[in-house]
């Protein structure tokens, strides 16, 4: 695993349709838009924020929590005119050791149901293989999230098994949740298998 690329200077990723960047305070109203949104927390070990400042000092932690090395968050941005922050990706639990890290993401409510979340997966799965160098990604997911689910099975993730009542979220007390993993080499034999195809 090649931290460097990933805690040298902070990732920007980007295809045709969406960018992974860096939030900024000028974020702000984006990202309280988001977290002050009860619905979109209703599967995250996550409790929502309804205090604008609140929000504000959130950014100001995920800056020290990239420079400590520990988590990167990025805004999932559309790259139009007003490159508005619909979303958040993010890679934590970073185990250099096993070669492993594990994923999360979440949208603006306005914004499901839109392929947004598939496509972010799409491109930080695609950055932490063949660029990080990562070889297992995971994703832990709340049984009842079939939204979420559906965006990891696109993915290639596979369902690896289920945590019983093993793990405490905030706002949610004990939880089941369900493990999805994807190993390089599977990242790796799909896209040629792609690759293929398309010849």
Known sequence: MNTDTLFGTFPTLHNDSIELGK?????????????????????????PKHNKDTVKKMIGHFERDYNKKSRVK????????????????EVYDINSKVNMMSIGYFLNED???QGIATKAVQLLTGYL?????????QAEVMPA??????????NGFMLEGTLRQATVWSGK????LEIYGLLKEEYAASHTALSSSII
Not at 129 to 137: A, K, Y
Not at 145 to 154: H, T
């Open 23 to 47: 939030i900024e305070p000028a974020h702000l109203d984006d990202l309280y838009e988001i977290y002050s949104n009860d619905r979109v927390f209703d599967y995250c070990g996550i409790i």
């Open 74 to 89: 990025w805004g999932i941005f559309i790259p139009d005119s007003s490159r508005k922050l619909v979303g958040i990706a």
């Open 111 to 113: 914004y499901w149901g």
């Open 129 to 137: 293989f063949e660029q990080v160098g990562v070889n297992r990604l």
């Open 145 to 154: 999230n079939d939204a979420s689910k559906r965006v990891l099975q696109k």
């Open 173 to 176: 007390g004990v939880v089941d």
